[in-house]
T-cell receptor
Framework: SQQGEEDPQALSIQEGENATMNCSYKTSINNLQWYRQNSGRGLVHLILIRSNEREKHSGRLRVTLDTSKKSSSLLITASRAADTASYFCARSYNNNDMRFGAGTRLTVKP | NAGVMQNPRHLVRRRGQEARLRCSPMKGHSHVYWYRQLPEEGLKFMVYLQKENIIDESGMPKERFSAEFPKEGPSILRIQQVVRGDSAAYFC????????????FGPGTRLTVT
């Protein structure tokens, strides 16, 4: 399967801790994007990282990409209860195709 | 900019009826994507359209499902003769160009087939 995997499937942490989610893929990508989905809502775009980039930051979010390992990670620092959501990585293989994994369900306890 | 609009937000249909889901892309976006999300699963690509053209429908079931993006008006995802297994959330996304750019998602339409 081209989709690869996300792990962990579920993550529960205390407010203030850091949360790390990982995403792997099997064939070369053009870019990889991370999205957040709050329960019952649509997706919100977080960060796009291109295949020639290694790291990007946005506020408390940090995304890394290791093309040799075909993996990416999303780090949320100093987590808040409002960060509770599902996080999806989407792998873009060509102009027409973006594949999502099953996501990581993050719970941040106050 | 109003963002990607989808309606209805919730749709209930009996088995055998037709479901029509609408998606208005963000202003200036001419590329529309449809995704389906089954309960407890990730999103799955269905179809990619530009104005008046289907570019890639490799993720769309061969029967009962169709999509269009006319010159004027929203993109429509149409499901004929719905079955219980069609119950899912259907998300539309738009972008300014193909998959190298960010896709902006709508709030989704939750279809329930009874």
């Amino acid at each position: 399967s081209q989709q690869g995997e996300e792990d962990p499937q579920a993550l529960s942490i205390q407010e203030g801790e850091n949360a790390t989610m990982n995403c792997s893929y099997k064939t070369s990508i053009n870019n990889l994007q991370w999205y957040r989905q709050n329960s019952g809502r649509g997706l919100v775009h977080l960060i796009l990282i291109r295949s020639n980039e290694r790291e990007k930051h946005s506020g408390r979010l940090r995304v890394t990409l290791d093309t040799s390992k075909k993996s990416s990670s999303l780090l949320i620092t100093a987590s808040r209860a409002a960060d509770t959501a599902s996080y999806f990585c989407a792998r873009s293989y060509n102009n027409n195709d973006m594949r999502f994994g099953a996501g990581t369900r993050l719970t941040v306890k106050p | 900019n109003a963002g990607v609009m989808q309606n209805p937000r919730h749709l209930v249909r009996r088995r055998g009826q037709e479901a029509r889901l609408r998606c208005s892309p963000m202003k200036g976006h001419s590329h529309v994507y449809w995704y389906r999300q089954l309960p407890e699963e990730g999103l799955k690509f269905m179809v990619y359209l530009q104005k008046e053209n289907i570019i890639d429908e490799s993720g769309m079931p061969k029967e009962r499902f169709s999509a269009e993006f006319p010159k004027e008006g929203p993109s429509i995802l149409r499901i004929q003769q719905v079955v219980r297994g069609d119950s899912a959330a259907y998300f539309c996304a738009s972008s300014t160009s193909g998959g190298l750019d960010e896709q902006y998602f709508g709030p989704g339409t939750r279809l329930t087939v009874t």
